[in-house]
């Protein structure tokens, strides 16, 4: 039985009497399994979404510090454009002490619309030693921001010269998230960056080939 499958067999079968059996399996540690559950119970419309909105502010209530699975439902609950779960968010920043897991929070902002309050720290990042997988993570935090400041950071860590082939790739992903979800600084990546045009260009590029 395929996820989708069993999704929708959990919702079909059980309905919302299964939403405190998928909370627990969510705490297992195994991110499948969690995404599973976080699926089911998102498909339960407004039962689900307050389910786990409850369960985060009781999580962050009783101060558990670097809770993974809370960053879970975070991070599919940042999708729902909900601003108590920003509230949330702004509220788990302090129980967080890993870089990885504050990046998480920190796109799940951005994704809510509040990443100008980030702006600063994600330029920061920027200019710290980070493997690939945390430019990654820093990318895509940008490409949520929506505005030009996370334009111009973009270009910068794209006109590095020591940046792998694979980051410039993935940055050239964030611009296509950020200029379809933003499609008023198109102008101002074209005429207001050094690289704003060779950027378009590659971006209609990835667009075509994807069609």
């Not at 999708?79 to 870089?99: G, I, N, P």
């Not at 921001?145 to 940046?163: F, H, Q, S, V, W």
């Amino acid at each position: 039985m395929d996820r989708d499958e069993l999704v929708r067999k959990i919702v079909e079968e059980k309905g919302t009497d299964a939403i405190p059996r998928l909370m627990e399996l969510i705490n297992t540690g195994d991110h499948e399994v969690a995404s599973t559950c976080l699926d089911a119970i998102l498909q339960m419309s407004d039962s689900g979404r307050n389910a786990l909105v409850e369960e985060m502010a009781g999580r962050i209530r009783d101060g558990t510090r670097n809770d993974i699975p809370a960053l879970y439902m975070l991070d599919r609950l940042a999708e729902t454009d909900d601003e108590r779960v920003a509230q949330l968010a702004f509220s788990m920043l302090k129980l967080y002490d890993d870089e990885r897991a504050l990046l998480v929070l920190y796109e799940s902002l951005a994704k809510l619309g509040h990443g100008d309050s980030i702006m600063g720290v994600l330029e920061a990042m920027i200019d710290e030693p980070m493997d690939e997988e945390m430019k990654h993570q820093v990318i895509s935090a940008l490409a949520f921001c929506g505005n030009r400041k996370a334009a111009l950071l973009l270009e910068g860590m794209y006109k590095d010269p020591t940046i792998s082939k694979s980051v410039k790739a993935f940055i050239l992903e964030g611009f296509v998230v950020l200029l379809s979800t933003n499609p008023d600084l198109h102008s101002y990546v074209r005429n207001g960056l050094e690289r704003g045009q060779e950027i378009i260009e590659r971006v209609n590029h990835w667009l075509e080939s994807r069609k």
